[in-house]
């Protein structure tokens, strides 16, 4: 990208300071009152539905506490002293676990079973027997295949050839001419055969020189065998793990429950600490993050704290104007323990040192508890179900890559075989042999009738054409017919050689679909996983330093402050019981439908505007961030909307951040306070925000694939790698402060009509009072 992409803001301001909240008076005190109503009526609609039974204690207590996912049950349950004592029981557990040999055998079988959990095995391939009967036809037909008999039906050996043509060029037999009748026969009965044989060859179908009918070639024969062996290949190696005695498994299931049972009795401890950290990080959270969903509290998006303000709204003299009451704390009196328990509590958790337990959650981490232990021994009981029964012999185990070079031998052979032939034929055509053989044969024509008184002109008369010329021509026909008879030869003896290994191809196949059905098996085992993952957990514990509890004092002071909210917590439990089960003096309050859904949709929509004041107080924040942000490492890899669609409001955050401020800025000034008789006069600020635009897209869909990005393969930098992992903290920063505005369109288009829900209460309220 270049600078413009960098430097979003730069062109976009021109330079213009900001100067905070000041700079829009109205809406910071607009701001201030709805705030105010939003606690108020949260504190009504919890007096309701406390009532009506709607709000658990304990889901009250940990939304108001920003609890995490803890329960007050957990935190008021801690042992203290139970806590220390699984620490120590922690430092002995990593020696413990050093497995006997029938433990460790069983973890090799583990390990080889691992690969199946992503499936890289093709279990219906390696069932599949496709084309073994074609390929033992094709061996068959082979070893039948009578591919030299143009040739060894007709050919004259070699012998008498060259008995013959030594005759005539030694000058011997010009003194003996009686004795060259048998040589001109013989000749000519070559020259003959080597016609012969050119005709038959040449009317030879071009399939005979060919394998099979079936297949293209000798090697595609076994295609489909290569195809299994593949497949099976991936646990050629691993087999040899895969079968165990009973005697093992059962030394593995004990040493297991061993383990759980160890495990079993640090659970209570771990889970307090993991708890305490849940709490303690959402303390954190409640404090940074402007885009938290709260079910019964989204008047009090700080907490306790929000809701300690309840009281001290129903003493301002606007919001008294707007009540038509200062009545209305009488009929929220119940609401002042727990808010008073709560604020107590709550100053005890944000009073913790931020990050101070990380180093005692991080320590126990390999401690924390994996899969259910009854998950682990059904796991264990399933696999020694699967038995893998196979015919491991070295013959087997060669018998594809044998006949795979056979074939190839076969495939040369062929080859071999058909420029053997081209090569004949060409030779016996050759014109010039042609023409000298004519002559020759003419020759040795004329001998069959002469008197042995004309056999010396003729042996002459032979002797004077170019039988050097003959000699090498049929020479080399000669060896050319070595070369062929030897490529059918080897055809034939290595189609032998692959039919005399049909039993070891077959037993091949056998282990081929036993161990398809073996690893099916295993597959269906749903606890396969927790399995393995429960050896890797004890392998992590195994390695685990025990030193790095000596380091964790902290964080357990950090438990025991924690823990001491207990009793706070179970009077702050009671109170609310006490709410629910006390009888309800005021009517109206009763009368409200749906009170915790108005009252959150009020709260949702005052939080928007919260985010959208502070996005123009934190504007030189933003612009910061969006100057430093680099976006160079997304262009390179050509990331775009069409490649990852998770990263389109990234490569649009430039521009939907310039129309946001700008919207800001003319919302800011557009908003006049009023003087207003009734919640619902205060519906103006809300239409007009949600005019307001807000960043395109998902800011977690964005930061999902800035992370997947990161970890591609792609990415292999160190350099490129951490300019994402900064993207990534800078979406963080910029999600935290809640600028999706679309996504408070619901409240915004709803929040009218809740505002005149508790109008109506006021009123009914004050006749209540009447």
């Given at each position: 990208?270049?600078?413009?992409?960098?430097?979003v803001?730069?062109?976009?301001?021109?330079?213009?300071?900001y100067?905070?909240?000041?700079e829009a008076?109205?809406?910071?005190?607009?701001?201030s009152?709805?705030?105010?109503?939003?606690?108020?009526?949260?504190?009504?609609?919890?007096r309701?539905?406390?009532?009506?039974?709607?709000?658990?204690?304990?889901?009250?207590?940990a939304?108001?506490?920003?609890?995490?996912?803890?329960?007050?049950?957990?935190?008021?349950?801690?042992?203290?002293?139970?806590?220390?004592?699984?620490?120590?029981?922690?430092?002995?557990?990593?020696?413990?676990?050093?497995?006997?040999?029938?433990?460790?055998?069983?973890?090799?079988?583990?390990a080889?079973?691992?690969?199946?959990?992503?499936?890289?095995?093709?279990?219906?391939?390696?069932?599949?027997t496709?084309?073994?009967k074609?390929?033992?036809?094709?061996?068959?037909?082979?070893k039948?295949?009578?591919?030299?008999d143009?040739?060894?039906?007709t050919?004259?050996?070699?012998?008498?050839?060259?008995?013959?043509?030594?005759?005539?060029?030694d000058?011997?037999?010009?003194?003996?001419?009686e004795?060259?009748?048998?040589?001109?026969?013989?000749?000519?009965?070559?020259?003959?055969?080597?016609?012969?044989v050119?005709?038959?060859?040449?009317?030879l179908?071009p399939?005979s020189?060919?394998?099979s009918?079936?297949?293209?070639?000798?090697?595609s024969?076994?295609h489909?065998?290569?195809?299994?062996?593949k497949?099976?290949?991936?646990?050629?190696?691993?087999?040899?793990?895969?079968?165990?005695?009973s005697?093992?498994?059962?030394?593995?299931?004990?040493?297991?429950?061993d383990?759980?049972?160890?495990?079993?009795k640090l659970?209570?401890?771990?889970e307090?600490?993991?708890a305490?950290?849940?709490?303690?990080?959402?303390?954190?959270?409640r404090r940074?993050?402007?885009n938290?969903?709260?079910e019964?509290?989204?008047?009090?998006?700080h907490?306790?704290?929000?809701?300690?303000?309840?009281?001290v709204?129903?003493?301002?003299?606007?919001?008294?104007?707007i009540?038509?009451t200062?009545?209305?704390?009488?009929?929220?009196?119940e609401l002042r323990?727990?808010?008073?328990?709560?604020?107590k509590v709550?100053?005890?958790?944000?009073?913790?040192?931020?990050?101070?337990?990380?180093?005692l959650?991080?320590?126990?981490?390999?401690?924390?508890?994996?899969?259910?232990?009854?998950?682990?021994?059904?796991?264990?009981?399933?696999?020694?179900?699967?038995?893998?029964?196979t015919?491991?012999?070295?013959?087997?185990?060669?018998v594809?890559?044998?006949?795979?070079?056979?074939?190839?031998?076969?495939?040369?052979?062929?080859?071999?075989?058909?420029?053997?032939i081209?090569?004949?034929?060409?030779?016996?055509?050759?014109?010039?042999?042609?023409?000298?053989?004519?002559?020759?044969?003419g020759?040795?024509?004329?001998?069959?009738?002469a008197?042995?008184?004309?056999?010396?002109g003729?042996?002459?008369?032979m002797?004077?054409?170019?039988?050097?010329?003959?000699?090498a021509?049929?020479?080399?026909i000669?060896?050319?017919?070595?070369?062929?008879d030897?490529?059918?030869t080897?055809?034939?003896?290595?189609?032998?050689?692959?039919?005399?290994?049909?039993?070891?191809?077959?037993?091949?196949?056998?282990?081929?679909?036993?161990?398809?059905?073996?690893?099916?098996?295993?597959?269906?085992?749903?606890?396969?996983?927790?399995?393995?993952?429960?050896?890797?957990?004890?392998?992590n514990l195994?390695?685990?330093?025990?030193?790095?509890?000596?380091?964790?004092g902290?964080?357990?002071?950090?438990?025991?402050?924690?823990?001491?909210?207990?009793?706070?917590?179970?009077?702050?439990?009671?109170?609310?019981?006490?709410?629910?089960?006390?009888p309800?003096?005021?009517?109206?309050i009763?009368r409200?439908?749906?009170?915790?859904?108005?009252?959150?949709i009020?709260?949702?929509?005052?939080?928007?505007?919260?985010?959208m004041?502070?996005?123009?107080?934190?504007?030189?924040?933003?612009e910061?961030?969006?100057?430093n942000?680099?976006?160079?490492?997304?262009?390179k890899?050509?990331?775009?909307?069409?490649a990852?669609?998770?990263l389109?409001?990234?490569?649009?955050l430039?521009?939907?951040?310039?129309?946001?401020?700008?919207?800001?800025?003319?919302?800011?000034?557009?908003?006049?306070?009023?003087?207003?008789?009734n919640?619902?006069?205060?519906?103006?600020?809300?239409?007009?925000?949600?005019?307001?635009?807000?960043?395109t897209g998902?800011?977690?869909?964005?930061r999902?694939?800035?992370?997947?990005?990161k970890?591609?393969?792609?990415?292999?930098?160190?350099?490129?790698?951490q300019?994402?992992?900064?993207?990534?903290?800078?979406?963080?920063?910029?999600?935290?402060?809640?600028?999706?505005?679309?996504?408070y369109?619901?409240?915004?288009?709803?929040?009218q009509?809740?505002?005149?829900?508790?109008?109506?209460?006021?009123?009914?309220?004050?006749?209540?009072?009447?």
């Amino acid at each position: 990208f270049s600078d413009a992409h960098r430097n979003v803001l730069s062109g976009a301001y021109h330079r213009r300071v900001y100067r905070g909240a000041d700079e829009a008076p109205n809406l910071k005190a607009l701001l201030s009152q709805i705030q105010m109503v939003a606690r108020v009526v949260n504190g009504v609609s919890l007096r309701a539905e406390i009532s009506s039974g709607r709000i658990p204690p304990d889901q009250l207590i940990a939304e108001l506490l920003s609890f995490g996912t803890a329960t007050p049950l957990q935190i008021i349950s801690i042992d203290n002293s139970k806590i220390q004592q699984a620490i120590d029981a922690m430092k002995k557990i990593p020696e413990s676990l050093n497995g006997k040999p029938d433990v460790a055998e069983i973890e090799k079988t583990l390990a080889a079973l691992e690969s199946v959990l992503v499936d890289t095995v093709d279990t219906v391939a390696l069932k599949n027997t496709t084309g073994v009967k074609e390929l033992k036809e094709m061996v068959d037909e082979l070893k039948k295949k009578k591919l030299m008999d143009p040739i060894a039906k007709t050919f004259i050996p070699k012998k008498f050839w060259v008995n013959a043509i030594d005759a005539f060029e030694d000058d011997a037999l010009l003194q003996a001419p009686e004795v060259a009748k048998p040589y001109f026969g013989q000749i000519k009965n070559v020259l003959v055969s080597i016609n012969t044989v050119k005709a038959k060859l040449t009317k030879l179908p071009p399939e005979s020189l060919k394998p099979s009918k079936t297949f293209p070639s000798a090697i595609s024969s076994l295609h489909p065998t290569l195809a299994v062996a593949k497949e099976s290949s991936k646990y050629q190696s691993k087999t040899p793990n895969f079968s165990r005695t009973s005697q093992q498994w059962t030394a593995y299931s004990n040493f297991i429950s061993d383990f759980h049972k160890t495990m079993d009795k640090l659970k209570p401890s771990l889970e307090s600490i993991q708890a305490v950290k849940s709490v303690v990080d959402g303390q954190n959270r409640r404090r940074n993050l402007r885009n938290q969903t709260l079910e019964y509290t989204s008047g009090f998006p700080h907490g306790a704290s929000d809701m300690a303000m309840v009281f001290v709204d129903l003493t301002d003299a606007w919001m008294k104007g707007i009540l038509k009451t200062d009545k209305l704390q009488l009929a929220l009196e119940e609401l002042r323990n727990v808010e008073v328990l709560a604020k107590k509590v709550e100053d005890v958790l944000r009073g913790q040192k931020g990050g101070a337990i990380d180093p005692l959650d991080k320590a126990v981490a390999d401690f924390y508890p994996g899969a259910d232990g009854s998950e682990i021994t059904s796991g264990i009981a399933e696999i020694q179900k699967c038995v893998l029964n196979t015919n491991e012999s070295a013959a087997v185990g060669t018998v594809v890559a044998e006949i795979q070079k056979l074939l190839d031998d076969i495939e040369k052979q062929f080859k071999t075989l058909g420029e053997g032939i081209q090569a004949y034929k060409d030779a016996a055509s050759d014109e010039e042999f042609v023409k000298l053989s004519g002559t020759v044969k003419g020759i040795c024509d004329e001998s069959v009738n002469a008197a042995d008184t004309e056999l010396q002109g003729l042996v002459g008369k032979m002797k004077k054409e170019n039988l050097t010329k003959l000699r090498a021509t049929v020479d080399s026909i000669y060896s050319l017919v070595a070369q062929i008879d030897l490529a059918v030869t080897t055809i034939q003896i290595n189609s032998e050689k692959i039919s005399n290994r049909s039993a070891d191809l077959d037993a091949f196949y056998t282990n081929a679909g036993a161990l398809s059905t073996f690893l099916e098996c295993v597959k269906s085992n749903k606890n396969l996983k927790s399995v393995i993952d429960n050896m890797s957990k004890i392998a992590n514990l195994r390695k685990f330093d025990v030193k790095a509890l000596d380091t964790i004092g902290e964080g357990l002071e950090v438990v025991k402050t924690v823990s001491k909210t207990g009793d706070d917590l179970k009077k702050l439990n009671h109170s609310i019981t006490e709410i629910k089960n006390a009888p309800m003096k005021y009517k109206s309050i009763q009368r409200i439908q749906d009170a915790n859904n108005h009252a959150k949709i009020i709260g949702s929509a005052v939080q928007a505007v919260s985010n959208m004041k502070n996005a123009l107080e934190k504007r030189s924040e933003v612009e910061t961030i969006l100057k430093n942000m680099d976006l160079t490492v997304v262009q390179k890899y050509n990331v775009n909307t069409t490649a990852s669609p998770e990263l389109e409001g990234l490569l649009q955050l430039n521009g939907s951040i310039v129309k946001m401020f700008t919207a800001l800025d003319l919302f800011k000034t557009s908003i006049s306070i009023r003087q207003v008789s009734n919640l619902a006069d205060q519906s103006e600020i809300f239409e007009k925000a949600r005019a307001v635009a807000g960043i395109t897209g998902d800011i977690q869909k964005m930061r999902a694939g800035v992370q997947k990005l990161k970890e591609s393969d792609s990415v292999t930098t160190p350099q490129e790698k951490q300019s994402l992992e900064t993207l990534v903290a800078q979406l963080d920063t910029i999600d935290s402060m809640g600028l999706e505005f679309v996504k408070y369109h619901g409240s915004f288009d709803g929040v009218q009509k809740s505002l005149g829900v508790f109008d109506a209460f006021f009123v009914d309220f004050a006749s209540d009072l009447a």
